[in-house]
């Protein structure tokens, strides 16, 4: 469940309190990945700190949704293996792992006509059994994943009539409610106004606050450091950097990374650092 | 703050034993009992036409086993076995069309569309006119041609995985080529066979007995059930591949399972009448249009499958009675009248 911190969500007894996700360690080990002959990942290491909001940035066809992509096991593995809670994914069956781990790919299609509710209800399918098809559970699971998303008020709209900003949180509603500790989003806020996108990454936060583990992609340096409690930096296939965003954003980093001479301030309002590229020759190579 | 409701008016959700409780759709559940009821009238109906004219009353004390021997054989053994190889076979049309249409997330993709049918006029051909005909022959031939161009389409269409839109696409163009090899087989026949031939590859139901019924009721007895259980993975399947695989569904292995069942559907139905046209491709989108709702909707396209089938068969008996036509040339027409009103409807929209 994912209890929102309302009198009517803290009244549900059924409600488990909030941060009663267990902690899961969620790695790649030596992990190489490719499409056809073309290699992606080149045995890269990584592992997503338990209880963390990291965000993975990195110039264009580095491998970050790649990287999103295996550890929700949507990709054959050529090497190493992505392993949660020290045992590799590909031994569990494919629902015990969509019960762990839920992922946001970067387009997704309503079917036509589908409404809310009945989108986000199709989430529950890997706690679904042939005969338990339809539970109070899973009832409670759908309310609480609107509510989160704040969507619960177009419970019953067809998904076609929202905006686009409401359609990305409906999708975020559907993954939240598979309920899995670990919650990987691919690049959530590419299609939406400056607006709908802070709105969004405030909901990663909350989601994050009550336990969750958050995975997110973002193209936005500034934005990652200012939400992220851990940045993994990208390049060619490898991670080049991964820490706290403060040590990760340097001018050193993000020029060895994106290609880009930048200054790097502290935000005035979170003192989170932020870039500001230079004012000619910024960009030094094709990344 | 009261809870909001979750679900549109027309769904209800009713409790079972136990914390699980199942979701109504009023809406489907009533264009379902409506069109059932409307199925019943018409096969009663059906079983008064004909070249003897006989009452609601006949036929129903001839149901009963009573009345009069010669009405109760022609009610019974000739009329009634019709009827109910339309329900059944349009039925099965109509799931399998739906099975499919939603797999591939595509009204064109429909088992008469994308090969299926052709190849089984294919098969039925190289048997009667090549290998010399026998009814047997013809329905071996028909399923044998079926399903080679069901598998052909998919080893075709499959590259690491299934896409809708290329499994539409080569089976458009798999349908093409075997149309030519058909129309190549029927030019060099000899006038009678190539007429014969031709009237089975119309897709007819003259002449049906409780014989050609039993196999496709059996087979119906087995698919039925195995739909039953794989709709749910196609419910999930519409959501895309990517979706349904972080879902925890086996995606490769579910799309192979639905396209037996869909494949098995149409082929016994087609193996013992001959390719029928149309009622696969659009008894699953009037279905959809009737509910206006969202999922498979196998259900109501099996309603409104049997009762296109029963319809276009009453059609057929009696818009040329004394003489008869092939049921698929009645159900082309009215599933291209339809398919153009479709077409005309989406560009006024647009």
Redesign the interface.
């Known amino acids: 469940m994912v209890p929102e911190k309302t009198a009517a969500a803290s009244a549900d007894p059924a409600a488990p309190p909030a941060a009663s996700w267990p902690p899961m360690v969620l790695a790649a080990r030596d992990l190489a990945v490719g499409y056809g002959d073309r290699p992606v990942l080149h045995g890269l290491d990584v592992t997503i700190t338990p209880g963390s909001f990291t965000v993975i940035i990195g110039p264009n066809a580095c491998g970050k949704s790649t990287l999103l992509r295996s550890l929700a096991r949507l990709l054959p593995v050529e090497r190493g293996a992505v392993v949660l809670d020290g045992k590799d994914i590909r031994s569990s069956s494919s629902k015990e792992v969509a019960r762990r781990i839920g992922l946001l790919p970067q387009t997704s299609v309503a079917p036509e006509g589908i409404t809310v509710a009945d989108l986000v209800s199709r989430g529950r399918y890997p706690h679904q059994r042939l005969l338990q098809q339809w539970s109070a559970q899973d009832e409670r699971a759908v309310r609480s994943a609107l509510r989160a998303t704040s969507t619960e008020q177009f419970a019953t709209r067809a998904v076609d009539e929202l905006s686009g900003g409401q359609r990305q949180r409906v999708w975020v509603a559907m993954v939240l409610a598979q309920e899995t500790p670990v919650v990987l989003l691919d690049e959530p806020t590419t299609y939406l106004d400056i607006a709908h996108q802070i709105e969004l990454l405030d909901l990663c936060t909350r989601l994050h606050s009550q336990g969750r583990t958050l995975v997110a992609v973002l193209h936005d340096i500034n934005q990652a450091a200012r939400y992220a409690t851990h940045l993994i930096a990208m390049r060619d296939g490898r991670v080049v950097a991964q820490g706290a965003p403060a040590e990760v954003v340097t001018a050193e980093r993000v020029e060895e990374v994106f290609g880009v001479r930048c200054r790097v301030f502290a935000s005035p309002e979170t003192g989170t650092p932020m870039i500001v590229p230079l004012a000619s020759g910024a960009v030094v190579a094709e990344p | ?8 008016s027309r769904v209800r959700v009713i409790a079972l034993p ?6 109504l759709d009023r809406r489907a559940a009533l264009v379902c009992a409506v069109l059932a009821a409307l199925l019943l009238g018409l096969g009663a109906l059906a079983l008064t036409l004909g070249e003897t004219a006989i009452t609601v009353g006949q036929v129903v004390s001839a149901l009963a086993g009573g009345g009069d021997d010669g009405v109760r054989r022609i009610v019974v053994q000739w009329r009634l076995p019709r009827v109910v190889m339309a329900v059944l076979g349009g039925a099965a049309l109509g799931v399998s069309g739906a099975v499919f249409q939603s797999m591939t ?1 595509n009204p064109l993709g429909s088992p008469d569309i994308i090969g299926f049918s052709t190849g089984a006029y294919t098969g039925a051909l190289v048997a009667s006119l090549v290998l010399g005909r026998s009814a047997l022959g013809t329905t071996l031939g028909a399923l044998v041609g079926g399903l080679g161009a069901a598998v052909l389409v998919y080893l075709l269409a499959f590259r690491g995985g299934l896409q809708g839109f290329r499994l539409v696409v080569v089976g458009i163009a798999v349908s093409a080529v075997l149309s030519a090899v058909n129309s190549y087989l029927l030019v060099r026949a000899r006038l009678e066979e190539a007429v014969t031939a031709a009237t089975w590859g119309a897709g007819s139901l003259n002449g049906v007995r409780w014989p050609d019924v039993a196999p496709v009721a059996l087979s119906l007895l087995v698919l039925a059930p195995a739909c039953a ?1 794989l709709v ?1 993975r196609l ?2 399947l ?3 591949d ?2 349904a ?6 995606v490769e292995r579910s799309r192979a399972g639905l396209l037996v069942v869909g494949v098995g559907l149409i082929a016994v139905v087609t193996a013992v009448l001959g390719p029928i046209a149309f009622v696969a491709l659009a008894a699953p989108q009037v279905a959809r249009r009737l509910v ?4 498979p909707g196998l259900a109501p396209a099996a309603v409104v499958g049997a009762l296109l089938l029963l319809v276009s068969d009453v059609l057929a008996q009696r818009v040329v009675a004394p003489g008869q036509l092939p049921v698929g040339v009645v159900t082309g027409c009215l599933g291209g009248a339809y398919l153009v009103w479709l077409l005309g409807r989406a560009r006024r929209r647009s």
């Open positions: 703050m009261s809870d909001l409701p979750l679900w549109t136990g914390s699980a409780t199942v979701r997330r259980v749910r419910t999930v519409e959501l895309g990517d979706h695989r972080l879902l925890g569904l086996g206006a709702g969202t999922g």
